[in-house]
């Protein structure tokens, strides 16, 4: 079920996860996905060599303060990153800025991953201090 969504490697905390027998755990379908959109949110644009659009440009919103044009530029560069994912449909995805601080932002993302009837909703985070997402809540 869900196979067209992929399986990888599971991480926590930035790391593959282990199991008893030494080999890395798997993530599969919508989870995969989950991860993947996750990674892909986390990563800053052009940090992937082969790959210079990938990810989004976290840096730049923070310090900026929080006006109505930096939450419609920022709600639209994750929609435009979670779009580029072949498993999202165009057109499907969606971004709500809950909290903007100077240093933190606090977000909630959906898109309608190919092939599914309901969306995948994620709720993230990030700061000044680690520039690294985090899962608040995530279906």
Known sequence: MNEHLGVDLLLRAGD??????GDCDTVEGVA????????RLGTPRGDHWRHPTHGL????F???EDAPVHRLDFCRSVELAL???PRVTPGSATCEVLGWEREALRFRAS????GLSHPLNLVLGFDLSSITLAVV???
């Open 32 to 39: 995969c996905l989950r991860q993947d959109l996750v990674l």
């Open 137 to 139: 809540h995530g279906n």
């Open 111 to 114: 898109c309608l991953p190919i």
């Open 57 to 60: 440009d976290l840096q730049r």
């Open 83 to 85: 779009e580029q994912d």
């Open 62 to 64: 923070l310090h900026l």
């Open 16 to 21: 593959f996860s282990g199991l008893p027998t």
